[in-house]
């Protein structure tokens, strides 16, 4: 009895210890948002601020287009959510479910996109954006974005409906459902955890992205996402700590909130394929 | 719906009327193939405007002498100077060694971090869904703002990382990290490894979900330690679900390219150039479009290569 209840004091100790050490760079951006910026540069630090410096948020508002970056930020993850979701449903549910000729190579060739890197495509993208006129403007994202998420999205839904099984719609369709109305009206609805995972590791995916914002956004600020307004925020000699921890824990707060409340369906979603 | 109905109509005996309603009769098993390749239809045009075309851009673009490139503009001759210049340059090679170092470093960092905090939260004790949220949370922090907590911590005049060393008596000056070579590297590899371990945590999480607890009663009964169950059960059943995560975790240190250019820029002496980064600021910073494009093709053949052979046969599992 006292050897279990040692062992699980030191169990408890490790995870404290190990939550301690992996959260404390959050717990350290949100204390520096809220420190003033003076207390900033003392040594030493300061592991909690003497009063709470909540005026931080009203100021770097006022100071810089952040909730116009943010605007942005959201717009360009649903738009691209949206292309993506549109034609990943049904690519997904067609790799699931029919044995085409090439549908195999296709999945793999959708497989082997997820590994191109960003810093290649954004090249040509360049080129043919520029000549599009669409340097500059929020759709150039949209598009890019739909990159990143469509390979990911079709595999995770493809995975997902394998799971399904196919006694549904084919019940579905004895009552007198066609094909696609047996998707719609069963399939897709069985799927909705599925579809909500997707689509939010989608959001995910385009709000953290910067690579593409930094090429294809340069010319005005109007048009910058949060991630590529954020980077603009740290200055060459000086960089106030302070503001910049603040506009960071805004873009960091919407992924976090979704995460907290949704950890198991995306984390379910990303691990089943790889459970197989 | 109607197009298809009149497309369709040579082909299909009379629908009975319960079905006409749809059109084409897509359940009739001569035609269910048809509407597999219709709902697949704008995932293979979105993908071929977007990803294929693009690649395939790059890929001529990278056998021309360019610049910057005007699509319009008519096609360069064909050459093979870029990759000449390539690999006859000490650049490359030294992106070559730097992705390479990082991507051993973070990788065997991430799995030690990763795979053990997997397995502690895997015990049973009160708590421990709040604990796997916890430990996760990094994985959700988007890689700027992860960048914005290291540049800080890891600041030369008031970061903490400076403060901790000398109070540990490790180092009596405080150490510039983003101009001193050595210090720089383990300041991206820092930043890599809290961004990337949790991501080996959750995939071995769900793999030890997936073993049986069936395996661990019999070798009970056999009379297996508690380290014998560990080395014949868990490892062996965990194997396949680490192998695609170290796939994974590789791969996106191949690729990443936020992290090291907010933090670094690829500085200081190019000592955290990465392949990834070295693409970017030729073709950004320099305008060599095909001397990038040269430098990005040769990314991705290794990175397909790397994962084929990690992976063989297997990649369909991956995602």
Not at chain 1, 132 to 148: E, N, V
Not at chain 2, 209 to 227: C, H, K, L, M, T
Not at chain 2, 293 to 308: D, F, K, P, Q
Request: glycine letters at 8%; aromatic letters at 14%; proline letters at 6%.
């Amino acid at each position: 009895m006292r050897a279990r209840s040692s062992r699980q004091a030191l169990l408890y100790l490790g995870v404290v210890l190990t939550c301690g050490v992996l959260l404390f760079p959050i717990y350290w951006l949100v204390v520096t948002a809220l420190s003033p910026a003076d207390s900033l540069h003392h040594l030493p630090p300061k592991f909690w601020p003497d009063v709470p410096q909540w005026g931080i948020f009203r100021e770097i508002i006022e100071q810089r287009p952040i909730p116009l970056w943010l605007g942005n930020s959201i717009l360009a993850a649903l738009g691209s959510v949206g292309i993506s979701m549109f034609v990943s449903v049904f690519a997904g549910y067609s790799l699931s479910r029919f044995r085409l000729r090439g549908g195999p190579s296709l999945g793999l060739f959708i497989l082997t996109a997820k590994m191109l890197p960003a810093t290649l495509l954004v090249i040509p993208l360049f080129g043919i954006f520029r000549q599009l006129g669409l340097i500059g403007s929020l759709w150039s994202i949209i598009l890019a974005h739909a990159t990143l998420i469509v390979p990911f999205s079709t595999w995770m839904l493809k995975g997902y409906f394998d799971t399904i099984p196919r006694e549904l719609e084919q019940a579905a369709m004895v009552d007198g459902c066609s094909p696609l109305g047996a998707m719609f009206r069963v399939i897709l609805p069985v799927a909705t955890p599925g579809l909500a995972a997707t689509a939010l590791y989608g959001f995910v995916l385009s709000w953290s992205d910067y690579a593409y914002a930094r090429t294809f956004l340069t010319n005005s600020q109007t048009n910058w996402t949060a991630n590529l307004g954020i980077t603009t925020m740290k200055g060459e000699y000086i960089t106030n700590w302070n503001q910049i921890s603040a506009a960071a824990v805004l873009v960091a707060l919407p992924i976090i909130v979704i995460y907290l409340f949704l950890e198991r369906y995306l984390v379910g979603g990303l691990t089943a394929g790889a459970e197989k | 719906m109607n197009q298809h109905h009149t497309i369709a109509r040579p082909f299909t005996p009379r629908p009975a009327p319960a079905r006409r309603r749809f059109g084409l009769d897509l359940a009739r098993p001569s035609r269910r193939h048809w509407l597999g390749y219709l709902l697949l239809a704008p995932a293979v045009v979105l993908i071929a405007l977007i990803i294929i075309y693009p690649l395939f851009v790059s890929v001529d673009m990278s056998f021309q002498n360019v610049g910057l490139v005007r699509l319009g503009a008519p096609r360069r001759p064909f050459t093979t100077i870029n990759y000449e210049r390539l690999f006859t340059s000490p650049e490359f090679w030294m992106a070559c060694w730097v992705t390479f170092k990082l991507i051993v470093v973070v990788t065997i960092s991430c799995f030690v971090l990763g795979v053990g905090t997997g397995l502690l939260v895997n015990n049973k004790f009160r708590g421990r869904a709040i604990a796997r949220l916890f430990v996760a949370l990094p994985w959700a922090v988007p890689e700027i703002v992860a960048v914005v907590i290291f540049a800080w911590i890891f600041d030369s005049s008031f970061g903490l990382m400076n403060w901790f060393f000398i109070k540990l008596g490790l180092v009596n000056t405080t150490i510039n990290w983003f101009s001193d070579p050595t210090a720089a590297f383990a300041a991206v590899a820092v930043t890599m490894v809290w961004k990337g371990y949790p991501f080996v945590s959750i995939m071995t999480l769900a793999g030890l979900q997936s073993i049986p607890e069936d395996f661990y009663n019999a070798a009970r009964v056999d009379g297996a330690n508690a380290w014998q169950r560990f080395i014949n059960i868990t490892l062996p059943c965990l194997m396949p679900v680490l192998g695609v995560t170290m796939v994974l975790t590789i791969l996106w240190v191949f690729r990443d390219f936020s992290i090291i250019y907010v933090l670094t820029g690829g500085g200081p002496l190019k000592a955290t150039q990465t392949l990834s980064i070295m693409t970017y600021e030729q073709a950004f910073s320099f305008f060599k479009m095909g001397y990038a494009s040269a430098v990005g093709v040769v990314t991705l053949i290794l990175c397909v290569v790397a994962s084929r052979l990690m992976v063989g046969r297997s990649t369909e599992s991956i995602y």
